[in-house]
C-alpha cells in the first residue's frame, strides 16, 4: 500500500499534467505523403483539357498518320481556359502535350510530328507556351500528359524509342517553368511498325524528377499518384492513399478494384486521382454539346472523388476555335457556385464536443480543433485508443445531409471503420452512416436530418486517430434530373424524384415548368428525341436528353447458328428481342435480324455496365438484306478506349445502307474470354 506521501506525489502529478499537460505529438503510423503529395492533395481539383488532332478529326484514338496541318485551332486563347478553371476553383490544368497519336502540342525537336510541322500559326504556335503562361498569369499550377504511346514515331517499339520519348520529356519538362504534375498514361499499343514497346519507366523517370524535382508522377503504380481504376471520376467507399506495387508498373497495374480501393497496409502512399471528363468522350466533338454532364452529376462525381479521399482531376476538352466551350464552362461555373453555397458554413460551428478521449488530456490535442481552419491543428487520442467517439452538442436544432471528415494525413492513414449516429426527438441515437476508410478528405451523404446531437463512433483504426477537419453541410442544390427507359416497345416511363414533378418535351424544345406533365408511360416506336426535367415547387433539376432511335420490338438475335443458350440472355426464338444484358464467347458473333429492311445511317454498340464481362474492342461489321450475301462495313476496327471507358460507340456507315441483317465479329476482346453486350442496335437518321 503507498503511503501517504507517495499519494500526494502522484495526486500533485496529475494535477501537473492537467495544468500544462505536455503530450508528445502522435508518431507517424505507417507509410507517409510526401509533403509535395501532401500540398498535392490539397489541391482537390485540377482542370484536364485534352486538345489535339483529335479534336478536329471527331476521333477518341488518333493514329498518327493524320496531317499535321489538321491541327488548326481558329482562336486559341489559354487565357479563357485559365480564367476558367481559376472561376472554377480548380488549382491547376493538365494538357494533354501528346496524346497517342503523337502529335506534339509544342515544336518537339525530338519528333516530326508537332505544331511546327502544322501549317498553324506559320508553324511557329506553341500550346505549352501558352498555357504554362496563362496558368503563372493566373495563379495555377500547370501540368503535362505526355502518352508514352505513340501510334507515329518510327521507332517506336524498338530501343531507340526510348531515347526519343526521354528526349520528348526533356523538351517539355525542360523549357516552361514548374511542372506540377506530369501525367502518364498507361496505354501500350502498337507503333507504325507494328510492334509494342518495352518503356523503360525507370529511365522516364529520372528524366521527369531531374528536369522537375517537386512533379507528382501520375500513373497506374504511381509513384507520385494513381489512376482510381475508372474514367468515370469515382473512389471506391474504401479508399487507402497506400497501395501495394511490387510486381506491378505503370500500364501494367493492379485489379481495377485494388487501384480504386487502394490497400490498407499497401507499401507506398500512392493516392487516389479520379480522371473523368464531363462530355462522354475526352475530346471535343460538337456532337456531343448537349451530353455535358449536368450539375447533379458533377456534384455526385465531386462527392466519390474529393468525398472519398481523392483528387477530382475533370475534363473539359477544348474546341476546334481553341476554347473551353460554352455549355461546359457555364457548367463548371454553376458547379463552382453550387459548391461555394454548399460548403458555405460549416453548420458544426458552435458545437460543443465531447470527446471519450483526448491525447494526455492536451489541449493541443482538443476535440475543439476539429472546427478551426487550421490544417495543421488536430484532435488526437492516446497511443493505445483504437476506437473513440466525438459527440457534437448544439444549442438549436442544426439541419443537414452531408458529414465531412479529415484525417491528419502528414501522419498517416489510420480509421478503418467508423459510423455516424443522430440524436432523434424521442432522444434515439439513430444510425445515419457505417463507412470504413477517411483520409484526407471524406464527405458522407447521409438522409436531411434535422437534429440537436451527432455522435461520431470510431470502431477501428490501426494507431491513435487523429483527425483535423469535422464538418457539417446542407446539399439542397440540386434535385435529380428525371430518368427515362424505352423498352422494346416502344414504351417511355419516367421516374423522378420523390415529390417532384416532370415536365417534358419531344419536339427538340427545352422543356420549362408550362411543357406537358408526364402522367404515365408514352409510347413512340420511331426515332424521337426526348427532354425532361423534375420540377419541386423551389428547385428544378437539369433537363435529362434522350435520344432513341426505331424501338427493336421485331429484332431478333439469329446467330451464331447452334449456340443458343451460349448467349446467355439472348435467344434466336424471336420472343426476347436483343436488349440488354448479353454475355459472349469472346469468339462468338452476334447477328441481328431487324426483321425487314431498314434504310441505315449507321449502328451501334454498347458493353455492359463498368465493362463487366469485357469488351469488344476490334470488330468486324458486315450487313445483309438476305441473310445470304454480306457486304463488309469495318474490318479489324476498333472501340477506341472502350476497356477505361466502356460507354456506347456509334459506328457511323458512309453511305446510308438498305439493311436487314447486321453481323458483328469479335476480332479482339482485350485479355477478357467474354464480351458483354449492353446493347446492339441501329440508327436511321
Ligand atoms: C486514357 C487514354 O487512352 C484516353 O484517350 C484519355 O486520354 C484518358 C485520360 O486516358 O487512358
Known amino acids: 500500500m503507498k503511503n501517504i506521501r507517495q499519494r500526494l506525489a502522484a495526486f500533485g502529478g496529475i494535477l501537473l499534467l492537467a495544468a500544462c499537460a505536455t503530450a508528445p505529438a502522435p508518431e507517424p503510423y505507417g507509410v507517409l505523403p510526401t509533403p509535395g503529395q501532401v500540398a498535392w492533395q490539397r489541391m482537390e481539383m485540377n482542370l484536364f483539357v485534352h486538345f489535339g488532332p483529335n479534336t478536329f478529326t471527331d476521333s477518341e484514338w488518333g493514329d498518327g498518320r493524320e496531317d499535321a496541318d489538321v491541327f488548326a485551332p481558329t482562336a486559341l486563347d489559354c487565357r479563357q481556359w485559365a480564367a476558367i478553371a481559376r472561376m472554377a476553383g480548380m488549382k491547376g490544368i493538365i494538357l494533354t502535350a501528346k496524346h497517342h497519336d503523337g502529335f506534339c502540342l509544342w515544336p518537339n525537336p525530338a519528333s516530326r510530328h508537332t505544331v511546327a510541322q502544322s501549317a498553324w500559326r506559320g508553324g511557329k504556335g506553341d500550346v505549352l507556351r501558352e498555357l504554362s503562361e496563362a496558368c503563372r498569369a493566373y495563379g495555377l499550377k500547370f501540368g503535362v500528359y505526355i502518352s508514352p504511346w505513340d501510334r507515329n514515331d518510327p521507332s517506336y517499339g524498338t530501343d531507340g524509342y526510348n531515347d526519343v520519348f526521354c528526349r520528348t520529356l526533356e523538351s ?50 504511381g509513384p507520385g499518384c494513381r489512376w482510381i481504376g475508372n ?24 485489379a481495377r478494384d485494388t487501384l480504386n480501393r487502394g490497400n490498407m497496409r499497401g507499401a507506398a502512399w500512392i493516392p487516389g486521382e479520379a480522371d473523368v471528363s464531363i462530355r462522354p468522350g475526352w475530346f471535343y466533338r460538337a456532337s456531343e454539346d448537349d451530353r455535358v454532364k449536368s450539375l447533379a452529376e458533377l456534384l455526385d462525381i465531386y462527392y466519390a472523388s474529393v468525398g472519398r479521399n481523392a483528387l477530382l482531376l475533370l475534363n473539359v476538352p477544348a474546341d476546334r476555335r481553341g476554347l473551353l466551350p460554352a455549355v461546359d464552362s457555364v457548367r463548371l461555373v454553376e458547379f463552382r457556385a453550387a459548391l461555394d453555397t454548399i460548403f458555405a458554413r460549416n453548420l458544426a460551428e458552435g458545437a460543443r ?13 482538443a476535440a475543439q480543433n476539429l472546427l478551426d481552419d487550421d490544417f495543421d491543428s488536430y484532435w488526437a487520442a492516446d497511443d493505445t485508443v483504437r476506437c473513440a467517439t466525438l459527440t457534437f452538442r448544439f444549442d438549436a436544432p442544426r439541419t443537414f445531409n452531408r458529414v465531412q471528415l479529415q484525417e491528419y494525413i502528414p501522419l498517416g492513414q489510420r480509421i478503418t471503420r467508423f459510423r455516424i449516429e443522430t440524436l432523434d426527438a424521442a432522444g434515439n441515437w439513430c444510425e445515419a452512416a457505417r463507412e470504413t476508410t477517411v483520409g484526407y478528405k471524406r ?31 446542407l446539399d439542397e442544390v440540386t434535385l435529380d434530373a428525371p430518368l427515362a427507359e424505352r423498352d422494346k416497345q416502344g414504351r417511355i416511363t419516367l421516374t423522378a424524384p420523390a415529390g417532384a414533378e416532370v415536365r417534358y418535351t419531344m419536339d427538340g424544345t427545352v422543356p420549362t415548368a408550362s411543357s406537358p406533365r408526364y402522367e404515365g408511360p408514352i ?6 428525341r426526348l427532354q425532361a426535367l423534375a ?45 440488354r444484358g448479353a454475355l459472349l464467347d469472346a469468339a462468338q458473333p452476334l447477328v441481328l435480324d431487324l426483321g425487314s429492311v431498314h434504310r441505315l445511317t449507321g449502328c451501334f454498340y454498347e458493353p455492359l455496365a463498368e465493362g463487366r464481362g469485357g469488351c469488344l474492342v476490334r470488330y468486324d461489321l458486315s450487313v445483309s438484306r438476305d441473310g445470304r450475301s454480306w457486304t463488309g462495313v469495318r474490318s479489324g476496327a476498333m472501340f477506341d478506349n472502350i476497356i477505361n471507358s466502356p460507354g456506347r460507340r456509334t459506328v457511323p456507315f458512309d453511305a446510308p445502307l438498305d439493311v436487314r ?25
Open 231 to 254: 474514367e468515370a471520376g469515382r473512389a471506391g467507399r474504401t479508399c487507402w492513399s497506400r497501395l501495394d506495387t511490387a510486381g506491378f508498373g505503370p500500364g501494367a497495374g493492379p
Open 661 to 685: 441483317y447486321l453481323r458483328l465479329t469479335p476480332v479482339e476482346t482485350g485479355s477478357s474470354p467474354t464480351y458483354g453486350v449492353g446493347e446492339f442496335g441501329v440508327l436511321t437518321r
Open 172 to 221: 517539355a519538362l525542360g523549357s516552361y517553368g514548374e511542372v506540377f504534375e506530369q501525367w502518364f498514361d498507361g496505354a501500350c499499343g502498337e507503333g507504325p511498325n507494328g510492334k509494342r514497346q518495352v518503356y523503360d519507366w525507370t529511365r522516364y523517370h529520372e528524366t521527369v524528377y531531374r528536369l522537375q524535382p517537386g512533379a507528382v508522377i501520375f500513373s497506374d503504380t
Open 443 to 473: 464527405i458522407v451523404p447521409i438522409a436531411r436530418t434535422t437534429t440537436t446531437a451527432l455522435r461520431l463512433t470510431i470502431d477501428g483504426a490501426l494507431a491513435c486517430p487523429v483527425l483535423n477537419g469535422f464538418g457539417l453541410y
Open 523 to 528: 409510347t413512340e416506336t420511331g426515332p424521337c
Open 535 to 579: 420540377i419541386d415547387g423551389k428547385r428544378s433539376s437539369s433537363v435529362a436528353r434522350y435520344e432513341w432511335d426505331i424501338a427493336p420490338a421485331a429484332f431478333r438475335v439469329v446467330a451464331p447458328a447452334g449456340a443458343e443458350g451460349a448467349a446467355d440472355g439472348l435467344s434466336d426464338d424471336g420472343a426476347e428481342p436483343l436488349t
Open 353 to 365: 464536443i465531447e470527446a471519450s478521449n483526448t491525447r494526455g488530456g492536451d489541449r493541443r490535442y
